[in-house]
């Protein structure tokens, strides 16, 4: 419904005061957001490895995929809608660091609750930086409306 609780709001520039944009994205963006987080997740992961982070990397990135659609992917969707209001993207890539830092940092809590929170935040902060990275790379392919 529109703000007015007449009729519908589709998007349609008629449907909007002049005053209200919004960011819009579509599944190109979506998608090169997913691998370029998933890509910075699995060399991020690999770097301390040696001589072993080729096969580290390739390791990384097979599991995170499978993580990456269950968790990463709807948890980036969502926030990409949430934000469509929200034309300074900045404020998205911000946002999207702090989102999925603290939902890795709250997943590793919950599921391993005897692991002491300095342990866990470095994980959680390498995860919102992959997902802030991911939200920039993303930049030119949103459009305003």
Known sequence: ???????PDDGSPEDRSPGRRRVTFGPGAVAVGFLVG???LALAFASSWGAEAPRVFLLALWYGVGIGLVTGLPLGIVLGLLL????NQWIHVAIFFVGFAMTAFLVTALLSPSTLPRDSLPTALVIGGAAAMARASIWRMVREQ
Do not use: E, N
């Open 84 to 87: 469509r209001p929200v034309s």
């Open 1 to 7: 419904m529109s703000a007015d609780g007449g009729t």
């Open 38 to 40: 998933l890509t910075v």
